[in-house]
C-alpha cells in the first residue's frame, strides 16, 4: 500500500478501471490497518478533508460524501410511499444510515455491515458520517449479506446495498441469487437500491444487472449523477421495485422546509426527476 | 513536462484544482511541441485512445469527447430558433465545429482560433476531430478572441466559446469585458454557450459568472453534464440568451431519426431539459 503514498499523493489503484487513476495529496495518515476482510486507510487530505479507503479504492471523501449518501438515502426512500422497515447492506460507514434516519416515517433500520473494523474505524476517525449508529431506531448486525438476508421473508419496505466493487468482499451482491434474495426480503410495494458505477465504466455490468432484474422485478430504472471521487467522477443507482408506480420521481415529494430540516446538499425533488435521464450512449446498452 | 510521463503515466497539473490529480496510462507520445501559445502534446492512451494536452490540461479524448464537443453545440443550437450564423471562439481542435456543422439550419460558421499549432496538430493526430475544418460553410480565422470580436456588430445567432481554463491563452474569455463584447456580436434574439468547469470546483467562479451575465443578458442558465476526463468529472456549460425563452429546454427538438443522422452519443431531448437541473449545494451558489 505504501507505493499508493509516493511523494505524499495517495493514488488509487483497482483492476477494475485499467489505465485511468486518481490521486489526493494527503497531509496525515490517520490509519491505517487490514481487518478480517479488508485493507483499511483513513488519511486527512490536502482538499478533501478526511479520506476513507478500502483495499485501495476511495470509499468516501469529507467534501463529496454527501452526493453520495444523499442519493443512496433518498432516491429509494422517497420513491416508497411509507418506507417504515429499511435494510442497509453494507455502509458500515454510517453515511447512508446518517440519511435514512432524518426520514420520520422510517421506523426501523438494520445495517448489515460484514466488516466490523470499518465502523469502529468510521467512529474514531470519520466521526461526522456515524452520527446515526447508536440512533434508537438502528440494529447493527456484523454478517455477510447474502447469508443475513437467506432468513428474511417479508420484512423490508426499503433495501440498500452499499457494498463496495463488484470484486472483494462485496463480489456477490452483484450476482442473481442476490438479487432473488433481496425480493423474497421485501414486503408488497418494496424497493431496492444498488451502486452500479458510472455507465462510461462498466457498461457490460450494466447490462447484465439490467436483464437480471428486469425478470424478477416489475420496475428497474437507473439513475446516475455526479460524484467527483468516483471512477470517472460518478455513479449509477440501480432502482428495483414490486411496486409498478415509475421511480423516476418520488412518490413522497420532500418540501423545501423538509429539505432544509434534513440539511440536504445535493437531492432535491427535481434532481430526482433529472438523474434518470441517461445520455444516448447509456441507453443503447439497453438503459 | 516530462515528470509528467513518470513509469508511463501521463498524470494532469494545473493550480487550478489543487490537491487533486487525474492520469492516464500512455502508450505512446505522437506529439510534443510548443507554440507561440502553449504547450501542446498527443499521446496513445492504454484505455482513453488519443488524447489532446494543452499547458499539461486534458483537453480530449477519444473515449469520451463527443460528451463535451455534444453539449457545447447542441444545446445552445436548439435553443435557438433558427440558427444560420454561428460563430466558435477557441475549439481549434475541432471538435466543436463538426457538431455545429450537422445542423442544416447553420449556413456559415467562423472558427477563431488564437492558435493555428492546435489544428495542424489536431488534422495530424485526431482526425476524427477535425472533420469539418474543410467544409464549405466554414471560415477559420486565427485570432484572439476578444480582438477579433471588438468589429463584429449583430453578426451572429451563437456564439460558442471554446476555450480552454481560466488561466493561460483563455483568461480573457472569463472576464466581464469579454460578455458585452459577445452581446454586441449577436444578432436579435441571439445566446452564447461558454464552458465553466465543475460546480464543485469553482463555485466563486460560477457565482462572478452568473453575476455579470444576468446584467447584461435576459436569460442566463448553467447545464452540468458528465464528462470523465475532465476535473470532478463533469463540465458545467453557461447558456446566455437576448431571447426570453426557457433555455433549459430545446426550441428545436431533434427527432430520433435526426440524432441517429448526427451520429449523437451523449445529447438528447431529454438531457438537454435535464442537466439544468442542479444539485442543491449549486444553487447556493446563485444558481
Not at 490509519?31 to 478480517?36: H, K, L, Q, T, V
Not at 453515511?95 to 421506523?107: A, I, S, T
Not at 456477490?172 to 458510472?198: D, H, M, V
Not at 450494466?206 to 467527483?228: D, F, H, K, W
Request: proline residues 7%.
Amino acid at each position: 500500500m505504501m507505493d499508493a503514498f509516493a511523494s505524499n499523493w495517495f493514488t488509487e489503484t483497482c483492476p477494475l478501471f485499467p489505465g485511468q487513476r486518481f490521486s489526493l495529496q494527503v497531509q496525515e495518515v490517520l490509519y491505517s490497518g487490514r481487518s478480517d476482510h479488508q485493507d483499511i486507510l483513513v488519511f486527512q487530505s490536502k482538499t478533501y478533508g478526511r479520506v476513507l479507503v478500502l483495499d485501495g479504492v476511495i470509499q468516501c471523501t469529507e467534501r463529496d460524501e454527501f452526493a453520495y449518501q444523499e442519493m443512496m438515502a433518498h432516491l429509494p426512500l422517497t420513491s416508497h410511499p411509507l418506507p417504515e422497515d429499511v435494510l442497509i447492506v453494507g455502509g458500515g460507514d454510517g453515511g447512508v444510515l446518517r440519511e435514512v434516519v432524518k426520514h420520520p416515517e422510517v421506523k426501523r433500520v438494520t445495517l448489515c455491515e460484514i466488516d466490523k473494523e470499518v465502523t469502529r474505524v468510521a467512529k474514531l476517525h470519520l466521526p461526522w458520517m456515524t452520527t446515526a449508529i447508536d440512533h434508537d431506531k438502528v440494529t447493527v448486525v456484523n454478517a455477510e449479506g447474502s447469508t443475513f438476508l437467506r432468513e428474511k421473508q417479508h420484512s423490508y419496505d426499503v433495501i440498500i446495498t452499499d457494498g463496495s466493487d463488484p470484486i472483494g468482499p462485496a463480489k456477490s451482491l452483484f450476482e442473481e441469487n442476490y438479487y432473488e434474495l433481496l425480493k423474497q426480503a421485501l414486503k408488497p410495494g418494496g424497493l431496492i437500491c444498488q451502486q452500479t458505477e458510472s455507465p462510461w465504466l462498466f457498461p457490460h455490468l450494466l447490462r447484465n444487472l439490467g436483464t437480471i432484474c428486469r425478470q424478477i422485478y416489475p420496475e428497474v430504472r437507473l439513475a446516475v449523477a455526479s460524484m467527483p471521487t468516483y471512477p470517472c467522477g460518478e455513479m449509477g443507482y440501480l432502482l428495483c421495485s414490486l411496486h409498478t408506480k415509475p421511480l423516476n420521481e418520488p412518490q413522497r415529494v420532500l418540501t423545501e422546509v423538509q429539505q432544509q430540516e434534513m440539511g440536504l446538499r445535493f437531492y432535491t425533488p427535481e434532481m430526482h426527476k433529472a438523474v434518470f435521464t441517461l445520455p444516448s450512449f447509456a441507453h443503447k446498452v439497453k438503459w
